[in-house]
Each structure stands twice: as C-alpha cells, then as structure tokens.
C-alpha cells in the first residue's frame, strides 16, 4: 500500500488549503481513511474520517471547519480545510485504517506527510 499526500503549504491565518491523498495498492472504495496531523512537540492526532460508505468523523477542533471527502474512482481522499487557524500548523498524514478483533479502528498505513504551516 502507497499513500501519496499533497497539497500542503504556507497560508495565511483565515485561509483556505486543499490536501489530497493517491492511494495505491489496495482496494481503495472498500477502506476508511483518514487524515492525522503532528505539530512540533506534540503527538499524532486525529483530525478527520470517513469510512467506504462516505460517514464522517471529525476532531473537535475542526468541525466546521474541515472536511474530508473521497473519489474512489481517483483512489483519492481529500481534506479540505478552511478559516485556518495557527494552531493547525502541523504534518498532515493521510492513512488507511482498519477495524482490528475489537472492532476499533487503527491505523494500518501511513503516507509520508505533508506540512501545513498557517501563519498569523
């Protein structure tokens, strides 16, 4: 399985990103993927889902704000994200998740990153 993001870069706070993810691989329309981010000094986080059938999950922090899609037709997961804050610059990873015997969802594959660097 190949994750292949893009799209990050340098805004201005109040600005407006679109990342994308290739996916390669795998059977794409069947995974739920995700998007995580990683600022300085801090751990991995969650921001968004969304499964095969296209429901969604969102971190607090970014309801409203964010979201995420898919075109399985591309094998692509996007994350849109809009009214930037400082506080969302970070690595973003895009990843495949799986259920594991406990039906929790982890993380089976990650994409290399992408930085996202909003300035204020």
């Known amino acids: 399985v190949q994750l292949q993001a893009s799209g990050g870069g340098l805004v201005q706070a109040g600005g407006s990103l679109r990342l994308s993810c290739a996916a390669s691989g795998l059977i794409f329309g069947i995974n739920v993927m995700g998007w995580y981010r990683q600022a300085p000094g801090k751990q991995r986080e969650l921001v968004a889902t969304?499964?095969?059938?296209?429901?969604?999950n969102y971190a607090d922090s970014v309801k409203g704000r964010f979201s995420i899609s898919r075109d399985n037709a591309k094998n692509t997961v996007y994350l849109e994200m809009n009214s930037l804050k400082s506080e969302d610059t970070a690595v973003y990873y895009c990843a495949r998740l799986t259920y594991n015997s406990a039906y929790k969802l982890m993380v089976s594959d990650w994409g290399q990153g992408t930085q996202v660097t909003v300035s204020s």
């Open positions: 969304i499964s095969d059938g296209g429901s969604t």
